[in-house]
């Protein structure tokens, strides 16, 4: 169960990533959702061996498994720690990004990055970097020449929206920037919290390990007695 909701996780990373990714230069972001996915799968893994190991009461088994989440648990501390750098690059990183991609808009479907930008804009619903003002400045406005913000600016309520900037008031009057770089953290900090989750489990493991084992090896009932010779 572990396993699974560690994969779906960095699976959800992963697809959100794919909504945003032109806002982003580097996908140092996938590095805690690729590592997170590798644990949920080696957690499953590790699982069985725990399972088959306890009921057989296998010392050897139980060391193994032991030793192997330390080093799980170990990588998600790395996770932990990757997380809280790359969560405060997100605002630099979109920072540094946002005000290419808008002005390579060019409204058309085939394009990726203007996809993108509509995408994030009824989503999020906002319009603009910082509001729908900065259109103004783009490549596409000037190029269009009818004082108007794409239409995925305007208000979902609204049916007769033509995106104008005469009306402002049929327009999401919060810039996209702020909201891009939130929604992003909050992914970031939804793998945070699942590596810490998951890692207080496995120390509840290893330590679970620990006592079996020690039991194991202290309880007389698993010593061999031999007198005169013969077994007793």
Known sequence: AAAGILCYVGAYVFITYDDYDHFFEDVYTLIPAVIIIAVGTLLFIIG?????????????????????????????????????????????????????VYNGYNGTNPDAASRAIDYVQRQLRCCGIHNYSDWENTVWFKQTKNNSAPLSCCKAALSNCTGSLTRPMDLYSEGCEALVVKKL????????????????????????????????????????????GTYA
Do not use: N
């Not at 799980?72 to 605002?91: D, M, P, Q």
């Not at 090896?217 to 061999?224: C, T």
């Open 48 to 100: 069985l061996i725990g399972c088959c190991a306890t009921i057989r009461e296998s010392r050897c088994g139980l060391a193994t498994f032991v030793i192997i989440l330390l080093l799980v648990f170990i990588t998600e501390v790395v996770v932990v720690v990757l997380g809280y750098i790359y969560r405060a690059k997100v605002e630099d990183e979109v920072d540094h990004s946002i005000r290419k």
């Open 185 to 228: 953290q909050e992914i970031m900090m939804y793998v945070i919290w699942a590596a810490l989750a998951f890692a207080a489990i496995q120390l509840l493991g290893m330590l679970c390990a620990c006592i079996v084992l020690c039991r194991r090896s202290r309880d007389p009932a698993y010593e061999l007695l031999i007198t005169g």
